[in-house]
């Protein structure tokens, strides 16, 4: 079974950095696609950075040039360096595969105060 941690959230004001983690363990290989995804108060979930086995990666508009994805997979950890943080990044972030299985971690709460 998939099991997804997900840490390095926190508080932190506008134009500050985070970088999150994802410790993943189970079935999980590393051909997978991952992602880290984010759902903020009463949206719902989106997919705002993936990378791919090849280490190509993708990013949603509205982080793009401030996230940037990693993954080491010596360690099964995937990573999201966040800069230039915004309000509008506040959310919990998750990480998971693309598309995502049906385990979800608790993931992690990102604050940003303006």
């Known amino acids: 079974q998939v099991q997804l941690v997900e840490s390095g959230g926190g508080l932190v004001q506008a134009g500050g950095s985070l970088r999150l983690s994802c410790a993943v363990s189970?079935?999980?290989?590393?051909?997978?696609?991952m992602g880290w995804y984010r759902q903020a108060p009463g949206k719902q979930r989106d997919l705002v950075a993936g990378v791919g086995s090849s280490r190509g990666t993708y990013y949603a508009d509205s982080v793009k040039g401030r996230f940037f994805i990693s993954r080491e997979n010596a360690k099964n950890t995937v990573y999201l360096q966040m800069n230039s943080l915004k309000p509008e990044d506040t959310a919990v972030y998750y990480c998971n595969t693309i598309p995502p299985s049906p385990s979800w971690g608790k993931g992690t709460l990102v604050t940003v105060s303006s």
């Open positions: 189970g079935i999980i290989d590393n051909s997978n696609r």
